[in-house]
């Protein structure tokens, strides 16, 4: 898809470093080296000059330059790079020359990806991940992203939607063929054993409890018990920082408070919540119900009492929680008090600590599973096969008779599985995508 405009961007961070990448892509690409760079370089060679004003012909800084000709780019189209020093002021003077020429402009977020999509270098579900990969906080994360970018999705599922267009083209054949009985009948009933089978691997990968969606997002805990039952210490204790105040008067969190954490290589977000209690201010009532909307959407519920008689409220599940006896410094009231909880810590002392964070990371692995296939990452990819596989199902079960419909069933069962990879048109969908990348990549 041919561009009439030059796009240029920072692609390195922003602020004082060592070197700054300046990308460069379109169509005036290669006028740029002639006017800014001269000699221009070889394609695919890296060479060593002073980068010029395109009009004054001052000198604004000495640059490694690198060009790669289209379509062999990762735009397709001709992409240049300047490698100049980091200061603020040479990446401004860089950039204020290359908005002096015409037909340049700045990049908009997300515009470089985007260009290489529409020339066929990337798809959808590979834009996605290289996304998530310039995301990642964690190393399963970063594993995650890397294979997604890597095609590892696209893959599985342009591989499905191949054999969902060979079931079509058995399920054509026996239209086509509807004098012959013998031959119409066989046909169908092959389309329909192939569907079988296929189905089967696609409720499969949908029946993953949400694996690559917690591994992309992160595993979610949330601190619930009564008030100064300890959970904002806990947090600061596990954060290794004053992310939340600390007070002995009680509700004095009114809010929800997230801190991110790396634990073996897995992202987990640790929500503290307000005190679980009777309240009569609209403020507190509000905090109450918000930190019970956090434990609903929680992966594992930490409930943390200093007596075995504070019990989780109705509706707290054992098997996506844990008891936590907090304050575990703190002598019993009485000598023969017997223990409770599933672990007992003590965020002053960080006693049990350790094991705690152990008990989380454990959740967390068995939440994303240990499963090499490649994992759903994206709420977009589950509905787009959710309505492949319920179009699959429709053709399986529809009447064999009315042939005709079950070969549309077939032909949107492809059409959503193409929607994922931008096989068909997705035009919808690329704005939201390519939003969410930084300028300049």
């Known amino acids: 898809m041919a561009n009439a405009s030059t796009i240029f961007a920072l692609s390195s961070a922003p602020g004082r470093a060592g070197v700054a990448v300046i990308r460069i892509s379109g169509p005036a690409a290669q006028d740029i080296l002639e006017t800014m760079v001269a000699p221009r370089p070889k394609p695919r060679s890296v060479v060593y000059r002073t980068i010029q004003h395109p009009h004054t012909g001052e000198a604004l800084d000495r640059a490694v330059v690198l060009w790669f000709a289209a379509p062999h780019s990762e735009t397709g189209e001709d992409v240049v790079e300047f490698q100049t020093h980091g200061s603020r002021a040479v990446v401004a003077a860089v950039l204020t020359a290359l908005g002096k020429i015409s037909g ?14 529409e020339n066929g270098k990337l798809d959808l579900a590979e834009v996605e991940g290289l996304a998530d ?4 906080e964690t190393d399963a994360q970063r594993r995650q992203a890397l294979a ?18 060979e079931i079509a083209a058995l399920t054509e054949a026996a239209i086509d063929f509807s004098d012959e009985g013998d031959v119409s009948a066989s046909s169908f009933a092959e389309a329909r054993k192939r569907a079988e089978t296929l189905a089967k691997e696609i409720a ?3 029946d993953d409890g949400h694996r690559g969606e917690i591994l992309r997002e992160g595993f979610r805990v ?8 300890g959970k904002s210490s806990l947090l600061n204790a596990l954060a290794r920082r004053d992310a939340a105040i600390v007070s002995a008067e009680a509700g004095t969190t009114r809010d929800v408070i997230e801190v991110r954490l790396d634990l073996a290589g897995l992202p987990v977000i640790v929500s503290d919540t307000a005190g679980i209690r009777e309240a009569s201010s609209e403020v507190e009532q509000e905090g109450i119900r918000r930190s019970l909307a956090a434990a609903k959407d929680a992966d594992l519920v930490l409930w943390l009492t200093e007596k075995p008689e504070s019990i989780p409220p109705v509706g707290f599940s054992r098997e996506t929680s844990l008891v936590i006896r907090s304050k575990a410094d703190l002598p019993h009231e009485s000598q023969n008090a017997p223990e409770f909880g599933d672990l007992a810590i003590s965020a002053k002392t960080s006693a049990g600590l350790d094991r705690l964070i152990s008990a989380i990371a454990e959740r967390a692995e068995q939440a994303v599973g240990t499963r090499t296939d490649p994992a759903l990452t994206q709420a977009r990819h589950r509905q787009g096969l959710e309505t492949a596989l319920a179009d699959i199902r429709a053709f399986l079960t529809g ?8 070969a549309e069933d077939l032909r ?3 059409q959503a599985l193409g929607r994922i990879t931008g096989r068909v048109d997705v035009e919808d969908v690329l704005d939201q995508i390519f939003s969410r990348f930084c300028i300049g990549k």
Do not use: M, T, V
């Not at 340049?104 to 999509?117: D, I, K, N, S, V």
């Open 133 to 136: 990969l310039i995301e990642a």
């Open 148 to 165: 997604q970018a890597g095609g590892a999705l696209s893959k599985l599922y342009d591989g499905w939607r191949a054999r969902l267009i």
């Open 399 to 406: 009447n064999a008779d009315a042939i005709e419909l079950r």
């Open 204 to 206: 499969g990968h949908l």
């Open 104 to 117: 340049c402009r700045l990049a908009e977020p997300g515009e470089f990806a985007r260009r290489a999509f």
């Open 222 to 229: 949330a601190l619930l018990g009564a008030p100064n039952a």
């Open 412 to 414: 949107r069962a492809a």
